[in-house]
């Protein structure tokens, strides 16, 4: 006849957890319900997307693709960036109906080297930017590097600033870029510091296909 053993301290222990781990959650869970009844407005948000560390534009164009599958008509302007074909673009360019793509840059300032240029590339790539921020066909927009354009003085950022604000109120803009000017954080509705840890270009590693390009 099997007697049944009495419970172990460890299954106690385990089961100590289990009810800890519970009450916990529970009282999470009714601070985030409290906070998602609390936000019930909809509108077109900013999202700027900074710093030093890697992902800025793979954010971005990770924000127009799901854009992209939720029906929205999406348009990127690129700035700075132009030299390198991307990933990127050749994947978007394959549904011009869902997104309007356009690459204004003429490569990285370093290797551009004229500063004239670089001007008047971003003044015409903010051209591009004010006439989808002035059409609300547009869902979401993403310019890309315009941080870097903007840092460096290549266009006025109050202007840019009063631009953003004046679009349709339904209308999402996606901002990447390292150094974004204080005035632009302060208009944006969300924004994230890239902050780098480790980069495979520190160890003599080579941008890669599909990791960086």
């Known amino acids: 006849m099997t007697q049944d053993l009495p419970p172990s301290p460890n299954d ?4 100590g957890r289990n009810e800890r781990h519970r009450a916990r959650m529970a009282r999470k869970k009714t601070i985030i319900d409290d906070r998602i009844a609390q936000a019930q407005r909809d509108c077109g948000v900013i999202v700027v997307t900074t710093g030093n560390g890697k992902g800025k534009s793979s954010s971005g164009f990770g924000m127009v693709i799901r854009a992209m599958g939720h029906g929205m008509k999406t348009g990127v302007v690129q700035f700075i960036k132009g030299a390198i074909p991307t990933g990127e673009e050749k994947f978007l360019r394959r549904f011009p109906e869902e997104c309007e793509f356009h690459v204004m840059g003429e490569g990285y300032t370093w290797e551009t080297q004229d500063r004239s240029r670089d001007i008047a590339k971003a003044q015409a790539a903010w ?3 004010r006439r989808m921020l002035r059409d609300p066909s547009f869902g979401l927009v993403l310019f890309d590097e315009l ?10 950022v109050d202007a840019v600033v009063a631009d953003l604000r004046a679009r349709p109120g339904m209308q999402h803009v996606v901002i990447t870029g390292r150094g974004a000017p204080q005035a632009l954080i302060d208009a944006a509705n969300t924004v994230t510091d890239m902050t780098p840890v480790k980069h495979a270009f520190a160890q003599g590693i080579r941008a890669q296909n599909g990791v960086e390009m």
């Open 127 to 129: 051209e591009q930017a």
């Open 147 to 156: 941080n870097i354009a903007l840092k460096l003085g290549y266009l006025d």
């Open 12 to 15: 106690a222990d385990e089961d």
